[in-house]
C-alpha cells in the first residue's frame, strides 16, 4: 500500500450539483497532484500543489479547483457537475524533492458518477 | 470490481512466459518515464522509471528499454505470474520536473493465461 488514502470511495451526484473529494498522504508528502480517469483510459493531470499553491494545471475548466492544508492533505472541489465529470478521481502524493524526479504515490481513487 | 480495462489494447500471455508492453511517446523534449500497474478498483502503483539519459533500466523480474530515436518506450516482464494480470501504463514528465505532471498512454491490459 502507498500510504495514501482517499475518501469518499464512492460518490453519486447529479448534474449541476458540486462535490468535494479528499486525499491524505503519507507523512512529509508535501506535493499532491490530483488525475481524472475516466473508464477505458489513462489518468489526466487536472492540477498539483505544492506548499498550500497551485503550482500546475492541465486542460480543466476553472470549475475543478482544489485546496491544500498546512498538513499537506487536499481536496478536490467540482462545481457545476455535468455528465462527463463521471471518472474514477486520483490523487498523487511526493515527498520533498531530491532530486528532478521523485517517485509519485496514487491513492486507491474515489469513484463519481454523476447522473 | 469494475475493470479499467475495457476497450483497451490486450497482450495475453501463458504463465511463466515472458511478456513485452509497448508504448510510443508523443514529446521528444520528455525526460522522465515512468511504468505503473493498475489492477482493477485501485490506483496506479509504480512499477520501474527511466530518465532520458539512459536507455535500459532494471528492476526484479522488470527492464524497461528506451528508444529516444523513435519515441519508443518497453516494459519487459520475465517469467510473467498470474499476479501480473492487470492494466499497464506509460507515462511521461514533459516538463523537465517543473511539476509532478504526467501524461499517461492509453494502457494495456495484460492477461496472463495459467
Known amino acids: 500500500e502507498t500510504g495514501v488514502t482517499q475518501s469518499p470511495t464512492h460518490l453519486i451526484k447529479t448534474r449541476g450539483q458540486q462535490v468535494t473529494l479528499r486525499c491524505s498522504s503519507q507523512s512529509g508528502h508535501n506535493t499532491v497532484s490530483w488525475y481524472q480517469q475516466a473508464l477505458g483510459q489513462g489518468p489526466q493531470f487536472i492540477f498539483q500543489?505544492?506548499?498550500?499553491?497551485?503550482?500546475g494545471r492541465g486542460n480543466f475548466p476553472p470549475r475543478f479547483s482544489g485546496l491544500q492544508f498546512p498538513n499537506y492533505s487536499s481536496e478536490l472541489n467540482v462545481n457545476a457537475l455535468e455528465l462527463d465529470d463521471s471518472a474514477l478521481y486520483l490523487c498523487a502524493t511526493t515527498a520533498p524533492r531530491l532530486d528532478t524526479h521523485n517517485e509519485q504515490f496514487f491513492g486507491p481513487g474515489t469513484r463519481l458518477t454523476v447522473l | 470490481g469494475e475493470s479499467v480495462g475495457l476497450h483497451l489494447p490486450t497482450l495475453s500471455v501463458q504463465e511463466g512466459d515472458n511478456s513485452i508492453i509497448n508504448c510510443a511517446y508523443s514529446n521528444s523534449a520528455s525526460d522522465y518515464f515512468i511504468w505503473y500497474k493498475q489492477e482493477s478498483g485501485k490506483g496506479p502503483q509504480f512499477i520501474i522509471d527511466?530518465?532520458?539519459?539512459?536507455d535500459k533500466r532494471q528492476g526484479q523480474r522488470v527492464t524497461v528499454l528506451l528508444n529516444k530515436t523513435v519515441k519508443h518506450l518497453s516494459l519487459q516482464i520475465a517469467a510473467t505470474q498470474p499476479g501480473d494480470s492487470a492494466v499497464y501504463f506509460c507515462a511521461e514528465n514533459k516538463d523537465g520536473g517543473a511539476t509532478n505532471k504526467l501524461i499517461f498512454g492509453t494502457g494495456t491490459l495484460l492477461a496472463v493465461q495459467p
Open positions: 527511466i530518465r532520458s539519459n539512459m
Open positions: 500543489y505544492y506548499r498550500e499553491e497551485e503550482n
